[in-house]
Antibody, heavy 123, light 108 residues
Framework: EVQLLESGGGLVQPGGSLRLSCAAS????????MSWVRQAPGKGLEWVST???????YYADSVKGRFTISRDNSKNTLYVQMSSLRAEDTAVYYC?????????????????WGQGTLVTVSS | EIVLTQSPGTLSLSPGERATLSCRAS???????LAWYQRKPGQATRLLIY???NRATGIPDRFSGSGSGTDFTLTISRLEPEDFAVYYC?????????FGGGTKVEIK
């Protein structure tokens, strides 16, 4: 059974940093692109970042230069390091697994999602 | 970026009724790379449909997706009690990938 468990959320001041983790199990983690998607309070879903199985990284313009996605295949864990946090980064952050069967390279839908971790940026 | 507009915002229906949810894109969705997801409170988001019309593994056949270009539809042929939830569409054919604002299907 595929499981994705996010952790690391919490309250952080504007300008601060936070690292989120997503522990994966039930599939061959190293073979799949993984993504972060967020949902701000009362807003829709927003794609944040993706890392391919080969380590290529992609970012939304809203987080580019501030967030860094990474993965540790030996630990089956996905990360996102968030810095220079702003109030508008307040959201529930979800990790999501690339869907099977895959679309063309660089195009990803998500067949499994975690339950999310809340990040609140406030003074 | 492609903006996805879902309608209606809320759909009030009774169990056994048919639900028709719309997702309209501001530009053509490449390769019909459109997915539908279901979200219920306290549960992980569930993939229903990918590639506009392909049911994901384990999804009942009362769920069907259709459409191409800029207009897509998710149909639930006969609503079961567990189908009352929020549904999101998602285009992944163009960068950045984007999501619709959601349609809530509630019990009438």
């Amino acid at each position: 059974e595929v499981q994705l468990l996010e952790s690391g959320g919490g309250l952080v001041q504007p300008g601060g940093s936070l690292r989120l983790s997503c522990a994966a199990s039930g599939f061959t983690f190293s073979s799949y692109a993984m993504s972060w998607v967020r949902q701000a309070p009362g807003k829709g879903l927003e794609w944040v970042s993706t890392i391919s199985s080969g380590g290529n990284t992609y970012y939304a313009d809203s987080v580019k230069g501030r967030f860094t996605i990474s993965r540790d295949n030996s630990k089956n864990t996905l990360y996102v390091q968030m810095s220079s946090l702003r109030a508008e980064d307040t959201a529930v952050y979800y990790c999501a697994k690339r869907g099977d069967p895959p679309a063309r390279p660089g195009s990803y839908y998500f067949d499994y999602w975690g339950q999310g971790t809340l990040v609140t940026v406030s003074s | 970026e492609i903006v996805l507009t879902q309608s209606p915002g809320t759909l009030s229906l009774s169990p056994g009724e048919r639900a028709t949810l719309s997702c309209r894109a501001s530009q053509s969705v490449s390769s019909s790379y459109l997915a539908w997801y279901q979200r219920k409170p306290g549960q992980a988001t569930r993939l229903l449909i990918y590639g506009a019309s392909n049911r994901a593994t384990g999804i009942p056949d009362r769920f069907s997706g259709s459409g191409s270009g800029t207009d897509f539809t998710l149909t639930i042929s006969r609503l079961e009690p567990e189908d009352f939830a929020v549904y999101y569409c998602h285009q992944y054919g163009s960068s950045p990938p984007t999501f619709g604002g959601g349609t809530k299907v509630e019990i009438k």
